[in-house]
């Protein structure tokens, strides 16, 4: 080997890791998003039920707290009974509770403690590459893995480093495992089980190690695996998954294949399959095109859907002689199949993206060794896509993620707009019309719900009464109270009925234009007439489209809008107070129109 060559080993995957923090530089810069705030508010308000649990998230756990929540105005009036949204993640909870519990005026260091975990899953992940495959294939697969785009919710979200985390532990149990399947050592043997136990502490998809463990036995025809182990991995994640089910933790939503019947599984499945196999082979989420981009734009989603199945066609044709292939390919499809049980989401991607990587590696490699033309151009232009758009791609999520994290502070300032002339210590209830950025609603206006209140909640929070009874009453206690009514962007129609009532409608489309409402919803039809009845108003459906989603919602209050009430709205760039003064009764409708 040549000096330059023995250089370029030693200082390749430094210099990868040192472009990785060049490439999520600005990150440290994002502030907090959505659950960010309510996993602060937990550590600084509540640790004592911190400490009981050792878990940040478990959001919605029960009807009761629906109940609670959605009265509040912190989940959304058309929030279903039977909701729940309750995961086990101690491992992560920690990191998030030693982040917020000593710099949570600085959460700059709980994203620079995302990136550095994000660091250490790229140099794991190189480690397993090169276990498999020559040092120019390795290389060229990690730096594919590591400016993946898919990844930019996960390092640039404090709340998303589960995913990181358990990947990392995921890939060093794997690391583990191969070597004691080499020289037999107990102790490797023990470390494997020891992170697959943490990799399943931090997020349940980690459950799939098993059937990793498996995929490589079969690519590789290892008879020799040790089926004692196997059994009892697999028998490990049974009794996991049993607890899991026992103790009530998992998701109940539309937005997760728990909220549905058999029909519902299937739908989601088949969605999952196509964005999630798009996703990865083409580096383009399909929902960033379009709410619904099969009707949408079905030309374009056609395009990519061939694009995935020329990928899929190409590895197996020239590749799938190797068994690394054999394994990296099984490695990918065994993680994606836990993610049929889920909406569409690039951020779920990071483990099938570990497999999916050195396929794209590999391909590259062995098109460019091709005398066609034709086909080294192929090789170029796949390179291209994961090597040139994928980073590009990465600086437009983090730009957009940043947005979202101000989106907050513009909804905190807007309120305050509108509560500046109202009567020192008097009841208000502030009515936001349409939220800008729906992403960042429900459990993150928990603590601007107490900030804008005017009382402080430390004394209820700290007494000894129930956990629901403790939030109940820090809310009733606030003399500003605050109610989200729809998540329609800056596009809607806003109908001042009479002195008492209004109307909400999309000046297009539907009253839940996306995925993103389902998270509430356990049932996604409605029929004319459907009611909900809060303390602060009444919402009644009076339309709907052919698929049961509202299209028009009238809101009925119990005092005239003049007294004690304060509407807010996003008006395409901030959050502005309506004045509804000018129509006492009946009035036209003032359509919130989008800038230009």
């Known amino acids: 080997m040549t000096l330059s060559a023995e250089r370029l080993r030693r200082f390749s995957l430094p210099a990868l890791l040192a472009l990785v923090v060049v490439l999520y530089l600005p990150v440290l810069g994002t502030g907090l998003l959505a659950d960010d705030h309510y996993h602060r508010f937990l550590v600084e308000r509540m640790p004592l039920d911190f400490g009981k649990t050792l878990n940040l998230f478990g959001l919605v756990r029960s009807p009761d707290e ?92 404090i709340a998303n480093r589960a995913d990181l985390i358990a990947a990392l532990f995921l890939v060093l149990g794997l690391l583990r495992w191969l070597s004691f399947r080499e020289h037999e050592r107990t102790r490797d043997g023990a470390l494997a089980a020891l992170f697959f136990a943490l990799a399943v502490l931090s997020k349940e998809s980690s459950v799939v190690f098993p059937g990793l463990l498996l995929a490589h036995a079969w690519a590789f025809r290892d008879r020799r695996a040790p089926r004692a182990a196997l059994v009892v991995a697999f028998a490990s994640v049974a009794l996991y998954v049993a607890w899991y089910a026992h103790a009530g933790h998992g998701p109940r939503s539309a937005y997760y294949a728990g909220g549905g019947g058999l029909g519902h599984v299937a739908q989601l499945a088949t969605t999952s399959i196509l964005f999630h196999g798009v996703i990865l082979a083409t ?125 907050r502070n513009e909804l905190e300032d807007g309120v305050s707009a509108a509560l500046d002339n109202r009567a020192e210590g008097a009841e208000t209830d502030v009515l936001v019309l349409n939220l800008h950025h729906r992403e960042a609603s429900a459990v993150a206006t928990l603590p601007l719900v107490f900030t804008q209140g005017g009382v402080d909640p430390t004394p209820l929070l700290e007494t000894d009464a129930p956990y629901l009874a403790r939030i109940d009453r820090a809310f009733a206690a606030q003399r500003v109270h605050l109610h989200v009514l729809s998540f329609l962007g800056d596009d809607i129609r806003f109908t001042v009925l009479g002195p008492r009532s209004f109307a909400l409608e999309p000046a297009k489309g539907s009253y839940l234009p996306s995925l993103f409402e389902r998270l509430y919803l356990t049932q996604t039809r409605f029929v004319v007439g459907q009611v909900v009845v809060l303390p602060a108003y009444r919402a009644t459906i009076e339309a709907v489209d052919p698929e049961g989603i509202p299209t028009r919602v009238r809101f009925d209050l119990p005092r005239p809008l003049s007294q004690g009430y304060r509407i807010v709205r996003w008006d395409g760039a901030r959050y502005a107070p309506v004045d509804v003064s000018p129509h006492p009764g009946t009035g036209p409708a003032l359509r919130v129109a989008r800038r230009r």
């Open 66 to 157: 629906v109940e609670i929540l959605r009265k509040n105005g912190i989940l959304p009036w058309w929030t279903s009974d039977g909701l729940r949204i309750d995961f086990f993640r101690p491992v992560p909870s920690l990191g998030h509770a030693f982040d917020y519990a000593f710099f949570g005026d600085h959460p700059w260091v709980a994203h620079l403690h995302s990136l550095l975990v994000y660091l250490g899953l790229v140099a794991a992940v190189s480690a397993l590459y090169r276990r498999f495959t020559s040092f120019g294939v390795a290389l060229l697969a990690t730096a594919i893995f590591a400016v993946d785009d898919a990844h930019a919710l996960c390092v640039s979200w």
């Open 283 to 407: 580096g383009i989420p399909l929902h960033a095109l379009a709410a619904d981009p099969v009707r949408q734009q079905p030309l374009v989603a056609l395009a990519l859907l061939l694009a995935t199945l020329l990928f899929v066609a190409a590895v197996v044709r020239l590749l799938w002689h190797e068994a690394a292939t054999r394994f990296f390919a099984g490695f990918t499809v065994v993680t994606l199949l836990l993610l049929v049980t889920g909406f569409p989401d690039p951020r779920l991607l990071t483990l099938p993206s570990i497999g999916f990587s050195y396929l794209a590696a590999r391909l590259v490699v062995e098109l460019l060794s091709r005398a066609r033309r034709s086909i080294r151009v192929a090789g170029v232009v796949l390179a291209s896509v994961h090597l040139v758009l994928a980073p590009a791609l990465v600086q437009t999520c983090t730009s957009v993620l940043r947005e979202l994290s101000a989106s």
